[in-house]
């Protein structure tokens, strides 16, 4: 059973860091496409970062600059540097893993979900 978890969120004044860490047991890391969720107070869940098996990267428009996805398989860990954080930031944050297998009935899709972590970047 894959099991992922997440840790590092907590309370930060705007212009700071946080580091977030998502460890994933019971699978490896390096056959996941790998993705960073938040979801803001009254807001729908969205993507934040990704970063794929083959080492790519990508970011949404509002944290490009200032956040980074990193992973290490080694560890079984991926990571969310998140520098000049800002208070629209703030909210739950989740990390996903999620890989695509063709099997002899089609595709198939796993996708796996932390519990998430509370970010709250305020003054």
């Known amino acids: 059973q894959v099991h992922l978890v997440e840790s590092g969120g907590g309370l930060v004044q705007p212009g700071g860091s946080l580091r977030l860490s998502c460890g994933l047991s019971?699978?490896?890391?390096?056959?996941?496409?790998m993705g960073w969720y938040r979801r803001a107070p009254g807001k729908q869940r969205e993507v934040v970062a990704a970063?794929?098996?083959?080492?790519?990267?990508n970011y949404a428009d509002s944290v490009k600059g200032r956040f980074t996805i990193s992973r290490d398989n080694a560890k079984n860990t991926v990571y969310l540097q998140m520098n000049s954080l800002k208070p629209e930031d703030t909210g739950v944050y989740y990390c996903?893993?999620?890989?695509?297998?063709?099997?002899?009935?089609?595709?198939?899709?796993?996708?796996?979900w932390g519990q998430g972590t509370q970010v709250t970047v305020s003054s």
């Open positions: 019971g699978s490896i890391l390096s056959i996941y496409t």
């Open positions: 970063s794929t098996r083959g080492g790519s990267t």
């Open positions: 996903k893993a999620d890989r695509v297998v063709a099997t002899d009935r089609g595709l198939r899709d796993y996708a796996y």
